[in-house]
């Protein structure tokens, strides 16, 4: 039997956790298994960027967090899951806070071309095996709940959540206006539908038809086609020189303007492999980082570099609240 999760961000009982719910009934209907998070209820702490994880991974020492409270516990659930089905508020345009600190959590811990390195290290050398739940096909769809029309980034950052473990995206949509959504029979049939799709989508991993794509899309996909036309994402970062950055899959190209709509043009032999959302760009990324990494070590090590570190640390310490 396959599982759906349901992961809200949004207040107890309103209208993020009604259409995650409406969501889940489709997928039981389709005869998933259906589990519901709250993820605001948690203890989730931020990301500080002390990089452990990603040292044990590559060391052997498997991919644990060193900060304890509730985040592994519901990564098990996800991982437990063969499909997610995400309902977020819109917050400042974007998913809000606790969205982007499960986002910083799950990099580089859970990217997929750090953990099947890691694998190959552990089976080659030793140490800690990757769980391999973590390598598993997964299914997501994702919908925006607004409170108004500021909604331009959001789809953009549910789909950057995606690319780190390579789950694949059946949908992803945005309800602007929408406080009284649970009203609005479309909407929620839509929501409704979603569930349907994950959990169609998540019954092709149970018997082994499924198949990924390149990046994190397939033939499964449901949502909006958007201008990219690698990644679907609307987000593009225009450059002073012309080219234009696809601000998920990180394609570089021209973006034109033909009979009315934007087109996105690029060298697809350049950057098909390039895309951030695919294994080869992934371990391109990967590459870029060790050789930089490796670098400015050095330079770090250095007494020049010590004493420069010192002078700000002596400068002033960061303040504290008393209580
Ligand atoms: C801090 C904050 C920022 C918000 N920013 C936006 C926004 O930029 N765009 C938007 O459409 N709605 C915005 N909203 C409205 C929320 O998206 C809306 O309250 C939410 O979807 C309600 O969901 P809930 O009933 O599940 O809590 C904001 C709300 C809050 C509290």
Redesign the pocket.
């Known amino acids: 039997m396959i599982k759906i999760l349901g992961l809200s961000a949004?207040?107890p009982n309103?209208?993020?956790?009604c259409m995650c719910k409406e969501a889940l009934m489709g997928a039981k209907e389709c005869g998933a298994e259906v589990e519901f998070i709250n993820v605001t209820q948690l203890n989730i702490k931020h990301c500080t960027g002390c990089k452990a994880c990603v040292v044990g991974l590559f060391n052997g020492r498997g991919n644990a967090c060193v900060i304890k409270d509730d985040l592994q516990w519901v990564i098990d659930k996800m991982l437990e899951a063969d499909g997610i089905v995400w309902a977020a508020?819109?917050?400042?345009?974007c998913a809000p806070g606790i969205f982007h600190t499960i986002m910083d959590r799950f990099g580089p811990r859970l990217d997929r071309g750090n953990l099947m390195i890691a694998s190959k290290i552990a089976e080659e050398k030793g140490g800690v095996a990757i769980d391999p739940r973590y390598l598993q096909e997964k299914v997501v769809t994702f919908m925006g709940?607004?409170?108004?029309?500021?909604?331009t980034r959001i789809q953009c950052d549910f789909a950057t959540n995606a690319l780190t473990p390579k789950w694949t995206v059946i949908d992803n949509q945005c309800f602007?206006w929408?406080?009284s959504i649970i009203m609005n029979d479309e909407a929620v049939a839509k929501a409704h539908q979603m569930g349907v799709d994950v959990a169609n989508a998540a019954k092709k991993i149970e018997d082994g038809t499924f198949v990924p794509g390149h990046g994190i899309y397939n033939e499964d996909y449901k949502g909006p086609a958007g201008v990219c036309p690698h990644c679907h994402s609307n987000n593009f970062y225009l450059q002073e020189d012309g080219t234009a950055v696809c601000c998920l899959c990180g394609i570089e190209g021209e973006m034109k303007n033909v009979d009315g709509k934007y087109v996105f043009e690029f060298d697809h032999e350049k950057w098909i492999p390039h895309a951030h959302d695919s294994i080869p760009g992934k371990f391109i990324h990967g590459d870029d980082i060790q050789r930089n990494e490796a670098e400015n070590r050095g330079i770090m090590q250095s007494d020049e570099a010590k004493a420069r570190k010192a002078r700000y640390r002596d400068f002033i310490q960061s303040s504290k609240p008393n209580c």
């Open positions: 949004g207040t309103g209208s993020n956790d508020p819109i917050f400042e345009k709940i607004g409170g108004s029309d500021w909604a602007p929408s406080l």
